[in-house]
C-alpha cells in the first residue's frame, strides 16, 4: 500500500510555528513515528506553501503515481480553495482530510472547508495523530 502525506502553507514550521495550536514536535520526527508504525505501508511526504504544488502532487499521487490513497492538510488553502476541491474530486484515490487543531473551535472563518465535500473523510482536532488516523482510516479500506 501507498499512501501520499501532503501538507500544505506553513506547516513546514511545524514544531516552531504556534506551538499552543500546533504542539511542539516537528512533522519529520513524527512522520519516523508514523512510518515505523506502518512498517508495511510506503508513506511518502510531501510540503509546499504554493497552491498549485498541492494540486500537482495530488495528480501525480491519484493518477500516474498508483497511490491508494492521501491525506492532505491543505492549512488556509482548506478555507479558500475551489481548485483543491476541484482536484480532488478528480482524483482515482480517496483523499482524507485532516487537521491538527479543532478548526470549530477557532476563528469562524476555519469553520467551512471548500474541500470536506470532495473528500473520503475528515478528521481534526487530534494534533498530529489526526494524520494516524487518516492512515488508519485508509490501511482499513475506508
Given at each position: 500500500?501507498?499512501?501520499?502525506?501532503?501538507?500544505?502553507?506553513?506547516?513546514n514550521l511545524l514544531g516552531q510555528r504556534e506551538p499552543g495550536i500546533y504542539g511542539s514536535e516537528s512533522f519529520d520526527n513524527f512522520l519516523e513515528q508514523l512510518r515505523q508504525?506502518?512498517?508495511?505501508?510506503?508513506?511518502?511526504?510531501?510540503?509546499?506553501?504554493i497552491e498549485g504544488g498541492l494540486i500537482d502532487k495530488m495528480q501525480q499521487a491519484g493518477f500516474y503515481e498508483g497511490y491508494d490513497g492521501i491525506v492532505l492538510n491543505a492549512g488556509a488553502y482548506t478555507h479558500t480553495s475551489v481548485?483543491?476541491?476541484?482536484?480532488?474530486?478528480?482524483?482515482?484515490?480517496?483523499?482524507?482530510?485532516?487537521?491538527?487543531?479543532?478548526?470549530?473551535?477557532?476563528e469562524e472563518f476555519r469553520h467551512h472547508s471548500f474541500i470536506s465535500s470532495?473528500?473520503?473523510?475528515?478528521?481534526?482536532?487530534?494534533?498530529?495523530?489526526?494524520?494516524?488516523?487518516?492512515?488508519?482510516?485508509?490501511?482499513?479500506g475506508h
Open positions: 500500500m501507498k499512501i501520499q502525506i501532503i501538507n500544505g502553507p506553513n506547516l508504525r506502518y512498517p508495511a505501508v510506503q508513506i511518502d511526504y510531501y510540503q509546499s506553501n481548485a483543491l476541491h476541484d482536484c480532488i474530486r478528480s482524483l482515482r484515490c480517496p483523499v482524507i482530510e485532516v487537521h491538527i487543531s479543532n478548526v470549530h473551535q477557532r470532495a473528500c473520503k473523510g475528515v478528521i481534526c482536532g487530534f494534533g498530529l495523530d489526526s494524520y494516524r488516523l487518516a492512515v488508519e482510516a485508509l490501511t482499513n
